[in-house]
């Protein structure tokens, strides 16, 4: 790890973020349910590394909680990294979920211009692909396959929207399964 980390399009995810207007639609054996959530999500900065002696790769690491406004229950529990290489503009984001769920998406960002522009990043990750792809256990593999994924992020100032696509196999269908939230940064 270096001390002088260049953290790019993903300096602005560092801090506490807070939403309420989130609304989650999901898959049903009989349909599909919707889920209007609230959410914390902590990013971190977490320094740099370097991959091969010729890849340094700046790092945010995150934890998000997502909540059930209908009855406070945590549906949702998800731990990763976002990570920005400058030297190709690259962005990534590895995550997983208790449900032995793990991706691995990937876009291109260019660093903001200016200080204070919004800035939106975009990952995506496929089943099968040798890039960026999917893990899971046999069972989600069985039951409730995870074949793409998309993430849209927009962080301006201490406001932060972002949309995500899983797309899934699931109860004999295909199903795509949305989250939507805007977030302010409280810390």
């Known amino acids: ?61 995150y934890h998000q909680v997502v909540q059930r406004k209908s009855n406070d229950e945590v549906f949702h529990d998800q731990i990763g990294y976002w990570t920005w290489d400058a030297s ?4 990534a984001q590895s995550l997983a979920i208790p449900r032995a769920v793990a991706l691995l ?25 040798p890039a960026w792809g999917i893990a899971q256990s046999p069972f989600m593999g069985e039951k409730a396959r995870t074949v793409a994924f998309a993430h849209k992020v927009t962080i301006d100032g201490d406001r932060m929207h972002y949309a995500e696509t899983t797309s899934l196999e699931i109860y004999g269908r295909g199903f795509e399964h949305t989250d939507e939230n805007t977030l302010t940064r409280s810390a």
């Open 88 to 91: 190709d503009g690259t962005v």
């Open 105 to 129: 998406a990937g876009g291109t960002c260019a660093a903001p211009s200016n200080a204070g522009d919004a800035v939106t990043l975009e990952v995506s990750a496929k089943a099968g692909d």
């Open 1 to 61: 790890m270096t001390d002088e980390v260049n953290y790019g399009p993903l300096a602005g995810l560092i801090g506490t973020w807070t939403g309420a207007e989130g609304m989650d639609i999901s898959p049903e054996p009989d349909g599909t349910e919707e889920n209007p959530y609230y959410e914390t999500i902590v990013f971190e900065a977490a320094g740099s590394v370097e991959n091969a002696e010729s890849q340094t790769l700046a790092i945010v690491r």
